[in-house]
């Protein structure tokens, strides 16, 4: 048997479609005619707002997903597979004698509609892959005792899954059809659920028939969920807003809730501190021999307050990550040894996290599965070897919901005291539509430090819009503007730079220059030709990759940046 869609088949649905269309030239249709004021939509659950509920899929092929959606929050996702064309049904009640229109949005591969037991000539319609929603129609007549119709949707055999949405079998109402829905009521029981220093989380009671919720700052919307929770972020400090919420559906929004005032929390050293000094200086410590001297965590320079491990390895779970000490390059230190060099590095006031990502690094979170895998295992590490946080160092490009949805869960596993710290490229702090900077900022309130690596960069763009070369003062300041003026607080920007001319590809510049730029930035000395608008007395510090490198150049850079960095205002 030829399971392809063939034409044939197409050929004579046209055909029987051609003579219906004649014999209305000559003879009339009861029922026929242009649509009425009273003609509905007869399908139940036509958006699959809810669910599966009053539809039946073939061998469990059908599931409703979120996306795509061609309307509202939902839309049905059938999967032909073996013998079975993933078809879903729904018997529809009608008036006999009538006419109505058939019609529904697909997306996909192969997609099929058609009805059933009109008592006259059943009907339907299809199309091949659409890679964007199609709308398919046609028409049918019910005969003279017809009450019901099936109305179903399939695929094709060896196809891939497809889409459908906003289902419709309009004309006259046959009574079991979905009810126009109304504008909800207003919500109740507005209030403040919680407080930070830059978000204000709000609840409230539920209504019925709403679909969606839109949250509303000082009189202007500022989000929307589908629960009856959300977390405004992006707030100042020690600030009073105004907060109110309303209902939505398909109808429309209702009346604003009696609004509730919260005031933030003042502002502390930045997001996640975890008993960090005001101004703190990062190195990276490298699981591996590259021709740096070889330490173990214990060897590591007193200067640096952050210790990030170099790196975490991805595993086959898809944002899944773990850590594998490199035993064998690091002259046989052992697991044991490691983790109890850093319980000692955590009692002399330092901090010790596990960075993800690096030049070759390939941990990928881009869905929600993929974003709490990275949360689980990240806090599995955190407790098997006891690290304070974790790093995000990701090289390749980042999604910045599913990295946000990740770090978040993680926040909540670990505690308010987790230390999360990014170096991002140059690139990826150009400009707060880019995904690293937009991460950075959606989880503002839990960040300790961004350390952007200002090398191995070539050119960029400063705040005042003009090219500044790597390896000077300028570099560096013109830069680190763009985060000081783009949202995040001074206390979490830090300046990256390599320990020395062989920790990086190109971009070295001595501790003098790095300290001259924390001077600038700072109060205001030392500046280059760029000069800020204005100081940053918080400015967290500075990073450096490594300290390794630190160690093979005599610990120059340490030396020198360290103690510059702690006396800093």
Same mark, same amino acid.
Request: proline letters at 4%.
């Given at each position: ?34 649509? !009425? ?83 006259? +000539? ?16 046609? !028409? ?6 017809? +009450?019901?119709?099936?109305?179903? *949707? ?16 309009? %004309? ?13 009521? *207003? ?12 978000? /204000? ?26 629960? *009856? ?12 807003? !105004? ?56 060897? /590591? ?9 170099? =790196? ?9 990550? +773990? =850590? ?96 999360? *710290? ?80 062989? %920790? ?66």
């Amino acid at each position: 048997m030829n399971r392809a869609p063939g034409t044939p088949v197409r050929r004579r649905r046209l055909w029987a479609g051609a003579f219906v269309s004649a014999l209305a030239l000559t003879l009339p249709l009861a029922g026929a005619g242009q649509a !009425s004021a009273a003609d509905v939509n007869n399908v139940k659950n036509a958006g699959f707002e809810a669910g599966l509920s009053n539809w039946t899929c073939s061998a469990n092929s059908g599931a409703t997903v979120s996306s795509p959606v061609h309307g509202g929050t939902a839309a049905l996702r059938a999967t032909p597979a073996g013998q079975d064309n993933a078809r879903c049904t729904q018997t529809v009640a009608v008036k006999p004698n009538s006419t109505y229109e058939l019609s529904g949005w697909v997306q996909g591969g192969y997609a099929y509609l058609g009805v059933t037991g009109t008592g006259t +000539t059943d009907v339907s319609t299809w199309t091949p892959d659409s890679g964007s929603w199609k709308r398919l129609s046609t !028409s049918f007549t019910t005969g003279s005792s017809t +009450t019901s119709v099936t109305v179903y *949707t399939h695929g094709w055999y060896g196809q891939a899954a497809y889409h459908v949405d906003d289902l419709s079998v309009f %004309g006259p109402d046959g009574g079991g059809g979905d009810t126009e829905p109304t504008v909800p009521g *207003t919500p109740g029981g507005l209030s403040v659920s919680g407080t930070t220093a830059s978000s /204000v989380s709000l609840a409230w009671n539920a209504v019925s028939g709403a679909t969606g919720y839109t949250i509303y700052r000082d009189g202007a919307k500022v989000t929307a969920v589908s629960g *009856t929770s959300a977390t405004v972020t992006g707030l100042a400090a020690d600030t009073s807003y !105004s907060f109110q919420v309303a209902a939505a559906n398909a109808a429309g929004e209702s009346p604003k809730s009696t609004a509730v005032t919260a005031r933030t929390k003042q502002k502390d050293d930045g997001g996640g501190n975890g008993g960090l000094p005001r101004h703190a200086v990062t190195g990276y410590w490298q699981n591996f021999d590259n021709g740096a001297a070889v330490q173990r965590v214990s060897d /590591v320079q007193n200067a640096y307050d952050i210790i990030a491990v170099a =790196f975490a390895d991805a595993t086959g779970t898809p944002g899944a990550v +773990t =850590f594998n000490l490199d035993s064998a390059g690091l002259n046989g230190y052992t697991v044991d040894q490691f983790k109890a060099d850093v319980r000692a590095k955590q009692a002399a006031g330092k901090k010790v996290i596990i960075s993800v990502g690096g030049e070759k690094g390939t941990v990928s979170v881009n869905d929600s599965a993929s974003a709490t895998n990275f949360a689980n295992s990240v806090y599995a590490l955190m407790r098997e070897y006891g690290f304070d946080g974790v790093d995000i160092d990701l090289e390749n490009g980042l999604d910045a919901t599913y990295m946000t949805q990740a770090l978040r869960s993680l926040s909540a596993k670990a505690g308010p005291s987790m230390i999360l *710290t990014m170096a991002p490229q140059t690139i990826d702090m150009q400009s707060t539509s880019n995904a690293y900077f937009r991460t950075a900022l959606n989880v503002k309130d839990i960040l300790t430090v961004v350390n952007m690596q200002y090398y191995n960069s070539g050119s960029m763009l400063g705040c005042d819009g003009k090219v500044y070369s790597q390896g000077s003062v300028d570099f560096l300041t013109a830069l680190a503007c763009i985060q000081l003026e783009g949202g995040l607080d001074p206390s979490q920007v830090g300046l990256g730079l390599p320990a020395s001319t062989r %920790g990086a590809g190109s971009g070295y510049v001595s501790p003098t220059v790095v300290n001259n730029a924390l001077d600038c930035l700072t109060k205001g000395t030392h500046c280059g030709t760029f000069k800020p608008s204005r100081t940053y007395p918080s400015l967290r510090g500075a990073m450096t990759w490594s300290t390794n490198w630190d160690a093979t150049a005599g610990n120059a850079w340490s030396n020198a940046v360290g103690p510059h960095v702690h006396a800093l205002p």
